[in-house]
């Protein structure tokens, strides 16, 4: 739902200065847990270096359908952004989930120790 995505330019910024940045290869996971959000929030950017619209809401879609799987593997209160890069299309969907696992993984392995 929209109460779950970054919608401001200003969330979006927020969370891409002060979030920890992972490069997964097809897209670039930053997350920042803020004390004042309840729920996991997702914000996606594709810009028109990835490609067309049709490929740009292709991998929006993706994601946002990623998020919704497995947003209870992150902290609560999970600021997210996802970077598309222009090669994204190229991994299976499986793929895709397996890295955005592994980068929930560590977020959740780095908010424990810190």
């Known amino acids: 739902p929209a109460s779950m995505r970054l919608r401001k330019p200003r969330e979006f ?12 290869g097809p897209f670039i996971f930053q997350c920042h847990v803020s004390e004042c959000a309840a729920v996991p929030r ?27 799987r497995h947003a209870n593997e992150l902290p609560p209160g999970s600021e997210l952004v996802v970077v598309l890069r222009s090669h994204f299309d190229r991994h299976s969907f499986e793929d895709l989930e397996a890295r955005l696992l592994r980068a929930c993984g560590t977020i959740r392995k780095n908010q424990s120790a810190g």
């Open 42 to 68: 997702l914000g996606v950017i594709a810009s028109r270096r990835v490609g067309n619209a049709v490929k740009r809401n292709y991998g929006k879609r993706i994601f946002r359908e990623l998020f919704r």
């Open 13 to 24: 910024q927020g969370v891409r200065s002060l979030g920890h940045r992972i490069h997964c």
